[in-house]
C-alpha cells in the first residue's frame, strides 16, 4: 500500500498509544473524606421536606432536615428524643407539650427555636402534598393548625389534638417523619413565592437545598447526575465523620458493582441479584441486608363477582409457594410474609403466625369447589415489569394454572400499573406499597380499612378502596385498637385483626421487601435501619 | 422582490409544517398513554386532594387542544414549561442534558469516520483481499452487537481490569464542578478554564462510550464508503484516468472519492443525526447525563413537556443536518449549482 497510507496508520496508532498512556487514572479510590455513594437518582424532584414522595430522597432528607424524633437504630417499634429532648401528655390525652433542645442550630451558625419549627409544620400541612396526610390523618387541618400547633416560646411546642391518640402511635407516625424537619422561618418566608395569589412557602427556594437543621447540608444537586453533600459544623451532635457526601447517580446495576469493585464508589444502593451475588464473595466487599416494612402483594377487585368471594380468595393464599420462593427469586429482595403488618413494627405478628401458608393445590382446589368454581376461572393478571415482579408473577399463574385459573399477564411500566391501580382499573394486581412507620396502624389505616367505599370517593391512597373492599366492623375494630392506650391490649387487638385479614382480606401478601447495600469493607459505622440510614457515623 | 423570497418562504414553511405535525402527533398520542404525570411529582400513596391540586396546577383539566395551543404559544417564546420528572424548567434541563450527549456524538462520530473511511476505501480498493474480508467482518460484528453489552463487556475490560480508561460517568468524582460550564461539553470547557487535568479525567471518561458508539457508526459508515466507492471504481473514466498513467491512489483519492463525497456526506449525516437523538442505552450503562436517558425517562414519567421539547429538538437536528447537507452538495459538486 502506499506510502500515504501508511503513514495515517502509523499516526493513527501512535495517537491512540499516546492517549492510551495520558489516560490511564492516577488512582482510582475515593477522597479520604468523603462517602461516596451510587444509586439511582430518576426519582428525586425536590429537597423540600414538605413534597418529598420517594425513597432516595426520603433517606437523604432524614440526614439533612432531621426529624423532631427518631427511630432506635436497633429497634424500630422504639422512639428517642433527637431535636424534641422531651415531651409530656395531659391526662384528658388531648394537648401534648414538647420541649425543643436550645443548642440547635441552622448550617449558618443561626439559633433554630421553636418558632422555626412551627412554621415547618404549617407549611407541611397549608402546602398539602402528599406528605400532609403525616398530619391530616390526625386532625391537623390547613385551617386549624395555626391553632393546633403553636409554638409558646422559643423552646416549647404544644400540639393539640381532636381525639386522644396514644403518644406512643403519634411520636412513630407524625414527629418521626421526615417532614418533622426544622427549616429556616426567616430564610423561608423571605423566599416564598406567591403564585395564582397561593403562597409557596419557599418550596421553590428549598426545592435544591433545604435550610435546616441536621448533620449535612446540601451543596449540590446536578440532575440525575450528583447529590453533594457537606458536613454541618454547627451541628448540635458530633459533627459527622466524613466531611462530605457524594452521591453519584448510576442507572446500571453492572457498572455499579465495577466501580464498588474498582473502590472508586463506597456504597452501591442499586443492584440486582446476579451482581449482589458476585458482590457477596468479594472479601473487600460487605452486602448489608435490611428487612424493610414494605411489601409486595396480589390485590383483588372485589366487586369482581368471582374474585369477591372471601374463599377464592382465600384459594390463592395456597397457590404461593412462599418457601421455594423465598429460597430462590427472593434472595436478596425479600422475606416470605403473608400478615398484612410487616415483621419489625409494633404489633405485628411474629414470624411464624404471620406467615402460616404453604403451597397447597388440593386446598386451593378445595376452597375454589367451595365457592363453586371448580372448573377455574379466567382473570386479567397486571404487574409491573421491574425487577423481580415478572418472575413472581409467572410463579403465581403457573401454580394457578394447576387449579384450572387461566391468568392473563400483562407487563406495564409502574407509572401506568400505579394509574390502573388507583382508577380500580384491574382484576388481579401484584404491586407493592411501603408502610409509613413501624406501627400495625399505619398499613391497617390504607389496607384494612375503608371508610367510603363508594367510587365517587375517589379514595386512591387506600388500596382497600382500591380493590373496593370495606369491612365496617374492621373499621370499627382498627378504630379502637388506634385509641387504645395500653400497649398489651393494642397488640392483642391488631394481632387479631391482622389474622382476620390473613383469612379474609381483599390482598394475598407475598412478601417483604429486603433492602440490599453493599459497602466496601473500609467502611465503617455506617449505620442501615429500615427507616433510617445514617450518614453522619460512617467513617472510614 | 429577489428570487429566493419565495423559495426561501416555501423552505421555512415546509420547516414549520413538518415540525408542527410531528409535534401535534407526539402530543396526541402522549395524552393517550395511560401514564399519570401527575403520580410523578406526588408519589402514588397520595390522596385525591393532592392530586386534585397538582392536577389543575398542571393544567391537564383543559380540553386537549387547548393544551397543545397553550405549549405551541410558549414554544413561541422559548418557553418548554417545567419538567414534572425532575422539577425543574425544560429549557434548564436540556441546556444541561443536549451539550453532554452532542459531545458524545461528536467524538463517536469523529472515529466513526476517521475509521470508518479508511476502512471502507481500503475494503474497495482491496476487494476480495483478506483486508476486505476482515474489514467487512469487524463492522457486521459492530452493526449486529447491542451496545449495551459491548459497553458493560468494555467497562469489564478496559476499566475494571485493565485500568486503561474511567469508569461510568463524565468525569471523577474529585473533579466535579471544578470547571465553568461554559458549552456544557467538559473537553472544550476544561481547556477554556485551563484545567489540563480536568481535561483528561473527562478524555478518559469519554473514550470507551464514544468507541463503543463510534464502533457502530463505523461498521455502517465502512460499508456504505466501500460500496459507494466500488460504485465509482467500477465506471469507464476510471479506467481512462489510469490508462494516462495517473497511480491507483491518486486516482482513488483526487477523482473517485470526490465523487462519493455527496453520498457519503448523506450517510455520516444520518449518522450523527441518530447519534444526537442519544444512545439511551449506553448512556445507561455509562451514567452519561444525556439526552437519550433524559428522553426515556420523560417518556415513562408521562411528562409530556418534556417528551414534546426532546420531539422538537430531534425535529430540529434533523431538519437542520438535511439543511447542512444540501448546502455541502452545493459546494461539493458544480452540478448541483
Known sequence: MSTTVRAAIAATLLMAAGATQAVSPAQAATPRDALVMAWNLDALITFDPAQIAEVNGNDIIRNVCEPLVNYDLTDVSKILPNHAESWSVSDDGLTITMKLRDDLKFPSGKKATAYDAEWSLHRVVHLGFGNSANFTQWGFHKDK??????????????????????????????????????????????????????????????????????????????????????????????????????????????????????GDIDVARLLNTDDLRALDRNPAIHVETTVMHGFAYLAFNAEDPILGNPKVREAFRYLVDYQGLGKTVLEYQGNPRASLVPEGAFGALNAEEGQPFKLDLDKAKALLAEAGYPDGFTKKYIVSANNIAPVVAQHVQANAAKVGIKLELEQMADANLFTRARSRDFEVLQIGWGAGYPDADSMISRHAVNPDNRLEAKLAQYPSWRSSWQDVKINEKAETARMERDPAKRIEMYHDIQRYMMKNGPMAYMYQTVRPIAVRKEVKDFAITPFNVVYRTAGK | ??????????????????????????????RMLPIDPVIAIIGEQAEKETYDMVYAQLGLDKPLYVQFGLFIRDMMTLEFGDALFTGNKVADDLARVFPATIELATVSIIIGIGLGVPFGMLAAVYRGSLLDHVARF??????????????????ILFYATLGWVGGPGRLDVMFIDMVEPVTGMLLIDSLLAGEPEVFWDAFSHIVLPASILGYSSMAYISRMTRSFMLEQLGQEYIVAARVKGLSRWQVVWRHAFRNILVQLITVIALAYAFLLEGAVLTETVFAWPGFGRYLTSGLLAGDMNAVLACVLIIGIIFVGLNLLSDLLYRALDPRTR
Open chain 1, 145 to 262: 393548625v395555626a391553632e393546633q400547633i403553636k409554638a409558646t416560646d422559643e423552646h416549647t411546642l404544644v400540639f393539640k389534638l381532636s381525639k386522644p391518640y396514644p403518644v406512643g402511635l403519634l411520636l412513630s407516625a407524625m414527629f418521626a417523619s421526615g417532614s418533622t424537619g426544622i427549616l429556616d422561618k426567616e430564610l423561608g418566608e423571605k423566599n416564598a413565592r406567591v403564585n395564582d395569589g397561593k403562597n409557596d412557602y419557599g418550596n421553590a427556594f428549598f426545592k435544591t437545598a433545604p435550610v435546616c437543621v441536621g448533620a449535612y447540608r446540601v451543596t449540590r444537586w446536578n440532575t440525575n447526575e450528583v447529590v453533594i453533600l457537606e458536613r454541618n459544623d454547627n451541628y448540635w451532635r458530633e459533627p459527622a465523620k466524613l466531611k462530605r457526601v457524594i452521591i453519584r447517580h448510576v442507572p446500571e446495576s453492572g457498572a455499579q458493582r465495577l466501580l464498588l469493585e474498582k
Open chain 2, 1 to 30: 422582490m429577489p428570487r429566493w423570497v419565495p423559495a426561501l418562504g416555501k423552505q421555512v414553511a415546509s420547516v414549520a409544517v413538518t415540525l408542527l405535525g410531528l409535534l401535534a402527533l407526539t402530543f396526541f398520542m402522549g
Open chain 2, 138 to 155: 469487524i463492522g457486521l460484528l459492530g452493526y449486529s452487537s447491542p451496545n449495551f453489552w459491548l459497553g458493560l463487556m468494555g467497562l
